[in-house]
T-cell receptor, first 111, second 115 residues
Framework: GQSLEQPSEVTAVEGAIVQINCTYQ??????LSWYQQHDGGAPTFLSY??LDGLEETGRFSSFLSRSDSYGYLLLQELQMKDSASYFC????????????WGAGTKLIIKP | DGGITQSPKYLFRKEGQNVTLSCEQN?????MYWYRQDPGQGLRLIYY???????QKGDIAEGYSVSREKKESFPLTVTSAQKNPTAFYLC??????????????FGDGTRLSIL
């Protein structure tokens, strides 16, 4: 089957850096996406990696290693508003634009 | 502003009743999706549609039905056959172009509870 693994919960301190990992086992691979969801809210798209390497968007960066079937989301200068759940998702060939979703990582930020 | 509108925000269902959740988008997206999210859990795909008048079952379609008569609209009916319907329901849409990155855009969700 196809699956994505990510930690269920990560705790960090305000102002620090945190990394949320995602490993995937899929039949084929187009790219890895990250979404943020605040409690009770809708998921919002953060980033997408199709090629190996680091993509930076402000305080957030996303990394992909296709050979290791692994990626991570890096959040820098953590703010309390970053407290949310973060989902990784993979698009695979012949999926009719569906995404395969991880179970999500709850990020808890302490002052 | 372009986006996805789900209604109602909260919905209560009586036993034996069918209820319909509305999802409308003005992003001109061809693909639309319905997800179910239980507390503290990830997203599970109920149904998806790539084009008008066509839709496919996702991982947990039993007890649900959909229609796609217009590009903008993708309503979800939770039937009485769905014995545990209490959950947060999210509708999403995306483009279907050649680029592999077609991010999904989500509505604000409908929270369904049993009376």
């Amino acid at each position: 089957g196809q699956s994505l693994e990510q930690p269920s919960e990560v705790t960090a301190v305000e102002g620090a850096i945190v990394q949320i990992n995602c490993t995937y086992q899929t039949s084929g691979f187009y790219g890895l996406s990250w979404y943020q969801q605040h409690d009770g809210g809708a998921p919002t798209f953060l980033s997408y990696n199709a090629l190996d390497g680091l993509e930076e968007t402000g305080r957030f960066s996303s990394f992909l290693s296709r050979s290791d079937s692994y990626g991570y989301l890096l959040l820098q200068e953590l703010q309390m508003k970053d407290s949310a759940s973060y989902f990784c998702a993979v698009r695979v060939p012949d999926s009719n634009y569906q995404l395969i979703w991880g179970a999500g990582t709850k990020l808890i930020i302490k002052p | 502003d372009g986006g996805i509108t789900q209604s109602p925000k909260y919905l209560f269902r009586k036993e034996g009743q069918n209820v319909t959740l509305s999802c409308e988008q003005n992003l001109n997206h061809d693909a639309m999706y319905w997800y179910r999210q239980d507390p503290g859990q990830g997203l599970r795909l109920i149904y998806y549609s790539q084009i008008v008048n066509d839709f496919q079952k996702g991982d947990i379609a039993e007890g649900y039905s959909v229609s796609r008569e217009k590009k903008e609209s993708f309503p979800l009916t939770v039937t009485s056959a769905q014995k545990n319907p209490t959950a947060f329901y999210l509708c999403a849409s995306s483009g279907t172009g050649a680029l592999s990155n077609q991010p999904q855009h989500f509505g604000d969700g409908t929270r369904l509870s049993i009376l």
